[in-house]
């Protein structure tokens, strides 16, 4: 799925002469730097907003556009897709500044109280305040380093899923023991239109940084017969699989 961006928000600034004077910058473009262009908004303070990804949203819409949402406050359910335009629209009013595609490199206190502020791609900005929103930090995937791997990337080899359906009916082999693998893990065994053919996870130790519950889910599934789970750190432990994996 691609990312649809709206327009009348995204603006990303062409090149400036000199840093941009600013009242407020925000790093991070995720559900909490978003709401923060809201929160700024209602004190009538436009900011301007970093993100390293190419469009707003941060984790949800990076790493699980598709994915349900359960505990947004008045929100039965939504996708992280869902949540993101809704953020986008909520803040429209307030007519924030998008500088996507760039990482904040540099943050230095000036003597006169503000901050200046540098990214990647040399846009500079001298800012009254500076709100970091970064999450988990800028997005990049630790690759496999397996020697001749990389040829299969983008056919085989895939460090994020932008469109589940694309795995469908597939033979998939999940790293990994984060709510990123136990999510993908769940949806691709679970009945539903993205289902796969068959699904293994492996991951370097029987222990799991995932949500209990979403652990506790796939060793049902393991024992159920619907899906492996392996520990992939020695020969002997590759060997164990969904039964002994408790
Ligand atoms: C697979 C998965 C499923 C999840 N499911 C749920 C769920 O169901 N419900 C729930 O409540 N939470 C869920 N979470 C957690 C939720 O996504 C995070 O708590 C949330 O995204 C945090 O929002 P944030 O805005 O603080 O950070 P993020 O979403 O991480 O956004 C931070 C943004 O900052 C940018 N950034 C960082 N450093 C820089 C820099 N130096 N320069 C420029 N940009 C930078 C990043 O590119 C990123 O876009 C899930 C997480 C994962 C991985």
Redesign the pocket.
């Known amino acids: 799925m691609e990312p649809k961006l709206s327009p009348a928000v995204i603006q990303t600034a062409q090149a400036h002469e000199g840093p941009i004077e600013t009242d407020a910058v925000i790093?991070?473009?995720?559900?909490?730097?978003?709401?923060q262009v809201f929160e700024l908004g209602l004190l009538e303070i436009k900011a301007h907003v970093?993100?390293?990804?190419a469009y707003?949203?941060?984790?949800?819409?990076?790493?699980?556009p598709d994915?349900?949402?359960?505990?947004?406050p008045a929100v039965p359910v939504c996708t992280?897709k869902e949540l993101t335009d809704a953020l986008l629209k909520q803040i429209e009013p307030f007519g924030a500044t998008f500088h996507l595609g760039?990482?904040?490199?540099v943050v230095r206190k000036q003597d006169d109280g503000r901050f200046f502020v540098e990214?990647?791609k040399g846009t500079q900005f001298l800012t009254k305040t500076i709100f970091?929103?970064?999450?988990?930090?800028?997005?990049e995937p630790r690759t496999l380093k397996v020697d001749g791997i990389d040829k299969f990337e983008g056919s085989q080899l895939f460090y994020r899923v932008k469109n589940p359906a694309d795995f469908a009916g597939k033979n998939l082999v999940v790293v990994g023991g984060?709510?990123?693998?136990?999510?993908?893990t769940l949806n691709f065994t679970n009945e539903g239109p993205n289902k796969a053919e068959s699904v293994i996870l492996l991951h370097r130790r029987d222990g799991f940084k995932?949500?209990p519950a979403s652990v506790a889910k796939m060793k049902e599934l393991c024992d159920a017969y619907e899906m492996q789970f392996i520990v992939g750190r020695s020969p002997a432990s590759t060997r164990r699989t969904a039964s002994s994996a408790r």
């Open positions: 790093v991070g473009a995720g559900p909490v730097g978003l709401f970093i993100d390293s990804l707003p949203g941060g984790q949800p819409m990076e790493l699980y994915k349900p949402i359960y505990d947004i992280g760039q990482t904040v490199t990214t990647s970091i929103a970064a999450g988990v930090g800028a997005f984060g709510d990123s693998a136990l999510d993908w995932a949500a």
